[in-house]
């Protein structure tokens, strides 16, 4: 017979599995923070170039070798570069997901956790107060962590691999078409379909004056006279002018009112216009999400930033992962049509939406 106490004692060797499994999760968030450095210091570039030793390389990048040397020691323990002879090699493969100006290169993405790890006491006083940390406690920082993470996947994808999802949408932008970006950050995504659909004019639209004042800049470097920004609040979004085409680029689930928004955006298209979203790749339902590995990401860049800066505003906080399920319906309530909802080519963190005001 079983006693509840037997029942209390956890198995000696599960606690040893799990402490393991633990103390992995621990080190898998500090060689994080050791990628982002690399990135940040031109190592991951210069280890690239070839085998070297820690002051060969310490000298190709520019820095101190002691410092190297200790990065070195995670990178090699940790899995990411091989030591043999005294030389230190960062493998094809893991530069391939480590450098160059592709969208294949992760060592971007690093700099979001060190970024949401500097607001933990603020977002513990919401866990006991409620409440949330809004937009500005994460400036002047996340603009540029945004751009990063998304501006080489913008490059790769967006005209060749994400608009022709679309039926029609590249045809339509071709012949000319007024369109918007909504929470449009920095702006990249204008400026490449700016250049790629000369008769069409492109506005985006944000409430960051930094994102704005960058994007700005992108477009008058590149020439563009049919790229325009306007800052606007995203929940009161009336163009002077009606649009055929809009985008919301992982811009929806943070928003305080993203009903609002939704509303917006459909009211702003005339009928028959496309509205093509752009969000977190998840089920809506936690059950649907187990086993899912890239879940554990979505709801911790959730708490720490999309969930809080909506809370913060007193806003619905959908969280990043609010999910296919709940995104489909909230389209529907806000009067778009039939919603066709794929994965993003090249990016399985996303999954684009495409729908239409009904004509
Ligand atoms: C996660 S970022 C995405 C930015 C950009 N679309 C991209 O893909 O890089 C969300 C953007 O929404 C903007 N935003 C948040 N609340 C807004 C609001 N109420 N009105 C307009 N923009 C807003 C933020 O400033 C930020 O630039």
């Given amino acids: 017979m079983t006693t509840s106490a037997d029942t209390d004692v956890p198995d000696r060797r599960a606690v040893r599995e799990f402490a393991r499994h633990l103390f992995g999760v621990y080190t898998a968030g500090g060689l994080t923070m050791m990628i982002d450095l690399g990135h940040r210091t031109g190592l991951f570039e210069a280890a690239a170039r070839g085998p070297a030793t820690s002051a060969e390389l310490a000298e190709r990048a520019g820095l101190q070798e002691r410092y190297v040397r200790e990065w070195l020691g995670a990178m090699v323990t940790g899995g990411i570069m091989t030591f043999d002879d005294g030389r230190y090699t960062l493998p094809a493969a893991h530069a391939a997901a480590l450098t160059g100006p592709g969208s294949k290169n992760m060592a971007p993405m690093a700099a979001m956790v060190p970024l949401l790890g500097r607001n933990l006491d603020a977002v513990a006083e919401a866990f ?57 950050g920095t702006g990249h995504a204008m400026v490449i379909l700016g250049k790629a659909f000369p008769a069409s004019t492109f506005t985006g639209y944000d409430i960051a004056e930094d994102a704005l004042a960058h994007a700005r800049a992108e477009a008058a470097a590149e020439g563009l006279t049919n790229v325009r920004f306007e800052r606007a609040d995203a929940a009161a979004f009336r163009p002077a002018e009606p649009v055929d085409v809009a985008f919301a680029i992982d811009a929806v689930h943070d928003q305080v009112d993203p009903a609002a928004v939704l509303r917006g955006i459909h009211d702003a298209l005339v009928p028959g216009g496309r509205f093509v979203m752009v969000d977190m790749a998840a089920a809506t339902d936690l059950a ?42 909230m389209l529907g309530e806000a009067g778009f049509g039939e919603v066709a909802v794929a994965p993003a080519p090249g990016q399985a963190l996303n999954l684009i939406y495409a729908t239409e005001r009904p004509g």
């Fill in 128 to 184: 006991r107060n409620g409440g949330g940390l809004p937009y500005d406690a994460f400036a002047p920082d996340f603009t540029g962590v945004m751009d990063q993470l998304n501006r080489r996947p913008l490059d790769e994808l967006l005209v060749d691999a994400w608009l022709p999802l679309v039926p029609g949408l590249t045809e339509r932008l071709a012949a000319g078409a007024r369109v918007a970006d909504v929470g449009c």
């Fill in 288 to 329: 649907d999400n187990v086993g899912n590995p890239f879940a554990p990401w979505i709801y911790t860049i959730s708490t720490l930033h999309c969930m809080t800066v909506s809370l913060a505003g007193g806003g619905a906080g959908l969280g990043a992962a609010w999910g296919k399920e709940l995104a489909v319906r």
